[in-house]
């Protein structure tokens, strides 16, 4: 028996917290380059939309860069699944 999610868009409704997911790289040899154009952008949050998570915020410099998601309702049935090992997988390491 698979346990199940606590936190999902569903039953994230306001004014309850919502649950914010961040990632962040650091080059391996040299610097980032520029950050991307608007076109890149509109495609890319087309696709982490997708998946179920709204970028909220970008920080973008040569050292560091660092996302933070938030989840939201509209993904796929095939993004759900994965979305939801993600967050069991990040809570049973919390816990």
């Not at 650091?26 to 696709?47: E, M, R, Y």
């Not at 996302?67 to 939201?72: A, D, K, S």
């Amino acid at each position: 028996m698979n346990p199940q999610p606590i936190y999902t868009p569903e039953n994230l409704r306001p004014p309850a917290y919502h649950l914010r997911f961040t990632w962040s790289g650091w080059p391996s040899g040299g610097p980032f380059p520029a950050p991307p154009g608007d076109p890149f952008w509109k495609d890319l949050d087309a696709l982490w939309e997708k998946d179920g998570l709204r970028r909220l915020i970008t920080n973008w410099s040569p050292t560091l860069i660092q996302f933070t998601f938030i989840l939201h309702a509209a993904r796929s049935e095939t993004s759900s699944n994965s979305w939801k090992l993600s967050v069991m997988s990040v809570a049973s390491l919390s816990a």
